[in-house]
């Protein structure tokens, strides 16, 4: 069912726009986090802007514990996932300023993250950021900014502190000015 989901949800349009000029890396995420369990479901669509050339592979961060159902790229040969890092090999060189379009699905658990700050790990009764600290989507450690758009499904007792957009049991944050990082900051209502 999670496949058919994430398949219809590709097919009707929930990418980012292969035509538009990116000057900045650019994430378009759908995730679901339910904040008991630590369990993350998420759908990737990014725009890889390099500020460096890549002639062999890039790598990104990624929390450890996901796993990855389904990763596409332009110039892609195959990729490798271990420890956290996520390596792309690729066909052809990647120049800075190039738009390398990358679709990654993965789930797993982000309780046990690869951070060592304590105030990131997941508590139900306090809520936590989703934070760059935790590698909870793909970070290029070259990427000085990005922007974004993120629908996240949470469980009802959840809430975003005072950021995003409410449609239901998602909730939906953008950015089109270039940040650091996305942070999602959860609460209990």
Not at 3 to 22: D, H, Q, V, W
Not at 31 to 41: G, I, K, R
Not at 137 to 152: C, Q, R, S
Request: aromatic content about 12%.
């Amino acid at each position: 069912m999670k496949k058919l989901l994430i398949i219809f949800l590709i097919l009707s349009g929930f990418s980012c726009n292969p035509y538009r000029s990116y000057y900045f890396t650019h994430y378009h995420i759908i995730a679901s986090y339910d904040p008991a369990t630590t369990v993350l479901s998420a759908n990737v669509q990014l725009v890889f802007i390099p500020r460096q050339e890549y002639h062999d592979s890039i790598t990104f961060q990624l929390n450890d514990h996901m796993e990855i159902q389904s990763l596409t790229a332009q110039e892609l040969k195959y990729y490798e996932f271990e420890d956290g890092r996520l390596v792309l090999y690729i066909e052809e060189a990647v120049m800075p300023g190039d738009q390398l379009h990358i679709s990654l699905n993965y789930s797993g658990m982000i309780g046990n993250s690869l951070s060592t700050k304590t105030d990131l790990v997941p508590d139900p009764a306090l809520g936590l950021i989703l934070g760059p600290d935790q590698v909870w989507y793909p970070v290029n450690p070259y990427t000085e900014k990005l922007t974004y758009f993120v629908e996240i499904g949470l469980p009802e007792a959840y809430s975003l502190d005072g950021t995003g957009i409410r449609k239901g049991r998602k909730w939906q944050l953008l950015t089109e000015k270039p940040l650091g990082s996305i942070k999602i900051p959860l609460v209990t209502e």
